[in-house]
């Protein structure tokens, strides 16, 4: 069975600072993809990032990118330059090998808070 | 593209009642997705349809669950003699062959 573990309940960071979200996975799987989300509090969930277990480079999307550490088994979120509208639920996933399709495994969330 | 459209919002019920839900995707995905999410956890997947097809449901869809995509765009999800213990946040996504998954802003489920 697939497990993602997400081990801060919440995070402060102050505006234009960087912020580390931390993500842990547990998988038998060789294949397997990990996600970041975000949440904000119109509930609507929002792709920001993707790792496949066979890419060799760390995925970079604009001021996220993802810090993948294979044998450590984790898949840490950076948000760079933080702005106010970061301010939300941040869910990392995994897509376990044995499926092709979107069926994700999420972790039970971050609340990340930028100040002004 | 007006991304993944949900139908309510948000639906109080009195125990005991029927509930339907509907999505609709992205028009040209194929693949679609329902998952619940409680208060304080992340979403769990409950059922994938590909095209109109429901090639997969988790076990957290009990007999009192039903999901259909009758014509391959739109989707239903019907919760039959609803429970206290349903009270959640259903989500729809939908996702062509791509990894990304696109979802709806969810519809919020009260039961009392």
Redesign the interface.
Known sequence: AQK?TQTQPGMFVQEKEAVTLDCTYDTSDPSY?L?W?KQPS??????LI?Q?SYDQQNATEGRYSLNFQKARKSANLVISASQLGDSAMY?C?M?AGGTS?????????TILTVHP | DTGVSQDPRHKITKRGQNVTFRCDPISEHNRLYWYRQTLGQGPEFLTYFQNEAQLEKSRLLSDRFSAERPKGSFSTLEIQRTEQGDSAMYLCASSSHGEKLFFGSGTQLSVL
């Open positions: 993602i993809g996600f989300y119109s509930g609507e969930m929002i792709f993707y496949g869910f996933a897509r399709y979107g069926k994700l495994t999420f972790g039970q969330g």
